[in-house]
């Protein structure tokens, strides 16, 4: 039995095993893909301290590393059920059951589909959610990228390395990214913006070839062509197997206090599932870590 089971290798479950680990307590990290979560899709990483630019999967391997010279196990594979009240805790694998006194949930959340015409028959063909992955195929074409976050701008502006020009599509007239990435974008002679438009089907033949909007100021539809659809409108939780568990919010995000602890004694969360503020590498981080103390406090307590 381990005394930690950390669901989830981005970096709220790297910086628990972290803590996990240097308090002694027998940890294992649960993750279906690669050490780092969304960091491996991000190259250039300019706002986690200590670094003026990291790339995304450099970083993700020093944690990952940090994690196995303090004795930190890690198992390939998703968490498909769980049974969390009392003690132990049981988390299913696949074919294997794990028992740990202590949880904490780190198996933050997916990019939301636009659910548009086209999506589906493209991706991979035109079609993404990740320019960190695929902005190489697009050398000299033009993109467009929906979405007015930090991550519709901050992806469309890494795209202009590759692309001839990049296009967002907004459905609002202004943008929800923060100030410093607007400049950048308003100031990158490669940037273009289509404002209060909806993208409303993805066209192409083999690959895409265009997409058809709406201005929703007077409903008219234009039909704008380029070569790639980079999607950035949001996220969703991975916490589909908590459904029933009574810790999630109405839009599936985990409930925590101060401490990281969910209502279930022994069971806290940590970064992007967890109903936060913010969604950044030092704030998933920052919350492993608190939540790794939490648990280690509950262990000691039984
Ligand atoms: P976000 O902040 O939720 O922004 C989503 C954007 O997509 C909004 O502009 C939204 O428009 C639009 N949108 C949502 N659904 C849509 C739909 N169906 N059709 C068209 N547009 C749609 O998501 P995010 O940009 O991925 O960021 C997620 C979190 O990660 C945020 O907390 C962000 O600060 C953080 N993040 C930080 C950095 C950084 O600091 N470097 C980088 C990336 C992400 P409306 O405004 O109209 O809803």
Known sequence: M?????IGGGPAGLAAGLYGARSNLRTVIIERGLPGGQMQNTLDIENYPGFKHVLGPDLSNHMYQQTLELGVEWKTGEVTEVRLDGQPKLLRV??????AKAVIIASGALPKYLDVPGEKEFQGRGVSYCATCDGAFFRGKHVFVVGGGDSAVEEGLFLTNHA???????????????????????????????????????LGDTKVTGVRVRNLKDDTTTVLEGDGVFIYIGFYPNSGFLKGTGILNDQGYVITDAKMATT??????????RDTPLRQIITASSDGALAAMSAFQYIESL
Not at 2 to 6: F, N, Q, S, T
Not at 194 to 199: E, F, I, P, R
Not at 264 to 272: L, N, Q, R, S, T
């Open 94 to 99: 696949g074919k294997d059951e794990i028992e």
């Open 2 to 6: 381990y005394d930690l089971a950390i």
């Open 264 to 273: 279930i004694p022994g069971v806290f969360a940590a970064g992007d599932v």
């Open 164 to 202: 001839e020009s990049v296009t967002v599509i907004h459905r609002r007239d202004t943008l929800k990214a923060q100030p410093y990435l607007q400049e950048r974008a308003f100031k990158n002679p490669k940037m273009k913006f289509v404002w209060d438009s909806a993208v409303e089907e993805i």
